[in-house]
């Protein structure tokens, strides 16, 4: 059994290679990334924030691939580079699916999804596992949203993103999400005109909510609180 030699520096910082690999790592890292980048040019691909889900997959499938062969003197570059090439190949012929069928586009790119429409959130969204409440009220916050009477309406994108759109209008009566409710738990009431704390519709008679069936309510807040800025 080869016994290692704890806290080696020449070990840790060189490894058993001649100091000389370290040419040839900076010749291989050179060769591998103007390869990959001239793909990836040819492909026209994005900034990471822009990026669908197939070119994200793109990314880390061409890390693994690029990577082995830049520092491993036993892999081959020829074999990283024909990695490279199947991938990027594969993804054109994904590109070339999606702009050719819509339904490829859908299946493989996704489609936006309405969460919320005249400060209430779609029934949907409820029991859907794109993105939790507590998630959608974070973002809303993030915004200047203080209660969900001030949004129109809301989507999340087929990236993930999520966009709102405020009502024109002096903002209705809504469900309040400030302060957050993990600091300040909003209260229950059972009467007078109230807000559903599953779905922010708005209630003003005995019974569950109308909207998703629920039957814990909280008191509305109108209008904001806070000035906010644009």
Not at 71 to 89: G, I, M, Q, S
Request: hydrophobic share 45%.
């Amino acid at each position: 059994m080869e016994t290692i030699d704890v806290l080696d520096l020449k070990r840790m910082l060189f490894g058993d290679e001649s100091p000389f690999f370290l040419v040839e790592i900076v010749v291989r890292t050179v060769i591998v990334y103007v390869y990959a980048l001239l793909l990836l040019r040819w492909l026209g691909s994005r900034t990471i924030g822009q990026l669908s889900t197939v070119e994200f997959l793109l990314v880390i499938a061409l890390g693994s691939a690029v990577g082995d062969a830049m520092f491993y003197p036993d892999v081959p570059l020829v074999h990283a580079l024909l990695v490279v090439t199947v991938v990027v190949l594969a993804n054109k012929g994904l590109d070339i699916l999606i702009a050719r069928f819509k339904q490829a586009e859908r299946a493989i790119d996704g489609v936006p999804e309405e969460v919320m429409r005249d400060g209430v959130i779609c029934k949907p969204f409820l029991s859907s596992t794109t993105m939790g409440v507590s998630e959608l009220f974070q973002e809303l916050r993030e915004r200047g949203i203080e209660q969900l009477g001030q949004v129109a309406s809301a989507y999340v994108e087929a990236d993930g993103g999520l966009t709102v759109f405020r009502t024109k209008e002096a903002p209705r009566p809504g469900l309040p999400i400030v302060p957050p409710w993990e600091i300040e738990k909003p209260q229950e009431v059972s009467a007078g005109i109230r807000a559903c704390l599953r779905c922010g519709a708005i209630a003003d008679h005995a019974g569950l909510c109308s909207h998703c069936g629920n039957d814990r309510f909280t008191g509305v807040r109108e209008g904001t609180r806070y000035a906010t800025s644009d």
